[in-house]
C-alpha cells in the first residue's frame, strides 16, 4: 500500500509521461463500461492536452497484425510523430523496447491509460510501481468488458499504490496554473462542453 505519510508531490510538465496502451479496435469492441464513442473522446482528449502540455508520449498495441488490429485512427491522428510499439507480451512493461522508451522519457511519474482496464493500465501501472515510478491511471480513458473487471482492476491497483482518477482531472493538475500560455489549448484538447460556456463568458467580459 501506498504510503499515506508521503507530502503530495503534484504532476507537471516536467515530471509526467503519458502511456498510452492497446487502444485498438479489436479490443474497443468489447468495451461495456464506456460507448464507443465517449471512450474515443477521452483517449482523444487525453492525448491533445497531454501534448499541449509538452508531455512525453509513449504508445503501443500488441498482437497488432494477429489478433487485436491496429490503434484507432482518431487516436492515431492525434499522435503525429509518435511511433506506436507493437509487441507480443501482455504486460506492456515486459516489453524491452516499451521499457526502454517509458525510461527515456526521464519522468518519474507514469500517466496511464488502456484497454482492458484490469490488464492494460493496471498490469504495467503495478510494474512501474514496483520499479520507483509514481503511477497515475486515467480510469475513463481507458475500458474494459464487465463491471466486474472493473471492480477487480480498480481494487487491484489501489492495493498496489496506483493513484486512479479521470483524464480531465490529470491534464489540469499538470496545467497547474490557467494564466499559463498552453491553458487555452489544454482546455480546448479536453473538449468539455462547460469548459467551453465558460471560455465564451470570459470572451463576453473581455470585449
Not at 505519510?5 to 487502444?23: C, F, G, K, M, Q
Not at 506506436?84 to 491509460?113: C, H, M, Q, W, Y
Not at 484497454?115 to 475513463?140: H, M, N, Q, R, W
Amino acid at each position: 500500500m501506498i504510503d499515506q505519510a508521503r507530502p503530495y508531490e503534484p504532476l507537471t510538465s516536467e515530471n509526467a509521461a503519458l502511456i498510452l496502451v492497446d487502444h485498438q479496435i479489436g479490443l474497443m469492441t468489447g468495451v461495456r463500461d464506456y460507448s464507443t464513442g465517449e471512450l474515443k473522446h477521452n483517449v482523444v482528449a487525453l492525448a491533445k492536452a497531454a501534448r499541449a502540455l509538452n508531455l512525453p508520449i509513449v504508445a503501443t498495441t500488441t498482437a497488432r497484425d494477429s489478433m487485436w488490429g491496429p490503434t484507432f485512427p482518431e487516436l492515431v491522428e492525434a499522435l503525429p510523430g509518435v511511433r506506436i510499439i507493437d509487441r507480443s507480451s501482455v504486460n506492456a512493461f515486459d516489453d524491452p523496447a516499451v521499457a526502454r522508451a517509458i525510461e527515456a522519457t526521464g519522468r518519474k511519474k507514469l500517466i496511464f491509460a488502456g484497454i482492458s482496464l484490469e490488464v492494460c493500465a493496471a498490469f504495467p501501472a503495478i510494474t512501474a510501481i514496483g520499479k520507483g515510478f509514481d503511477a497515475y491511471v486515467a480510469v475513463d480513458a481507458s475500458g474494459t468488458f464487465s463491471e466486474t473487471k472493473r471492480e477487480a482492476g480498480l481494487l487491484r491497483m489501489l492495493q498496489a499504490g496506483v493513484i486512479v482518477s479521470d483524464y480531465a482531472t490529470l491534464m489540469v493538475e499538470v496545467l497547474k496554473d490557467n494564466g499559463r500560455p498552453e491553458a487555452g489549448a489544454v482546455y480546448g484538447a479536453l473538449d468539455m462542453p462547460w469548459a467551453k460556456l465558460v471560455g465564451q463568458i470570459a470572451h463576453a467580459y473581455g470585449k
